[in-house]
């Protein structure tokens, strides 16, 4: 097996592996199970330089300075000077520096990869103007300058594909969940209240504004609980002020960890009405805590997500359902069996197919 020879590796993301975040999840889980095929290294962004080791792992952040678009010219600078001390860099995070600069560093022998996790909608409305000057300017030389694209969903796929009018060589991988931890997670003791479950960012574009106001439809035994934070948090108050929903609305800060599978197996329904995922990482922790899932059928990863997942994942269509249909549909769906097959959608799944990739690549790959 010549090919899983110790071929060294480089993680880019546009965060350090220990914060919270999808992508750093991705990047976390990931990285953990590739060490042990790869000599792995992370090379990041971060609030502060540093070296230092995390799971065994060599990680290198670097300050990067910008609210809206962190930049680092040592990042680039290190990138530059070592990417043919790798046999291959692996980046993530479409709209950043740092896959930016992974492309421009890039030289002919070493293979870059890209995983986007990209979506067409900017979660906060200041970065949508941002994020269209990026994709117009910086899109088709950034996508142009990778090797190898993994997409997180088909969805995603089409999304970049459709936005860029170009397709790239790439794979679909499914981005994993852990399903024996989730499985094995205890639910919060809380009666026998029938909890309705979003867990996420608070932005206007994930219509969590829609599911308060369904709960004013639903029989008094519901109650919604809404973790996270983001820019729309305020309005959100606002609104459960104003329907009167205070004793049954409750808005819970960020969760991490096990405690988010707890309320994974605390809940009698888990809601996401996003008008655009590419994927929809919650739902698929909710059908392992052995959830029904509804999801907005917007066409992109949660449409995806409730082909695939028939019976265990229902949806809503926002576009021409009322407020009273959705609640209809979320009392209906509450408390209903689940056996969903997530095979595929395990991060050990996920590790083995990059380990897949990486291996194809390198064996193609001239000697320099």
Known sequence: MGSLVRRRIAIVSSREPWRIGGVERVVAETARRLKSDFDVEILCMGGKTLSTEWEDIPVHVFKGYSAMYPLSLSFYRCLKARFCDFDLVHCHNFATFTTLASVLAKNRVVPLVLSPHFNPVAQKSYYAIFRRLHDLILGKRILKGADFVVYGSGAERKSVERQFNMEMRGAVIHTGVDTIKIGSAEPYDLGHVKIVLYLGRLEKSKNVHVLVRSMSRLPQDFSLYIIGEGSYSAQLKKLIDRLNLRSRVMMLEPVYGEDVY???????????????????????????????????????????????????????????????????????????????????????????GFKDVYIKLLDRKPPS
């Not at 605390?266 to 805590?289: D, K, M, R």
């Open 262 to 352: 707890r309320w994974m197996k605390s809940c009698c329904v888990f809601v996401q009405l996003s008008e655009a995922e590419s994927f929809g990482l919650t739902c698929v922790e909710a059908l392992a805590a052995g959830k029904p899932v509804l999801v907005n059928d917007n066409g992109t990863g949660l449409t995806e997500l409730a082909n695939l997942f028939r019976g265990s994942i229902s949806t809503v269509d926002l576009k021409s359902q009322s407020v009273h249909e959705i609640a209809g549909a979320i009392e209906r769906v509450c408390g209903t069996a689940v056996s969903p097959d997530l095979n595929g959608f395990d991060w050990n799944d996920t590790a083995q």
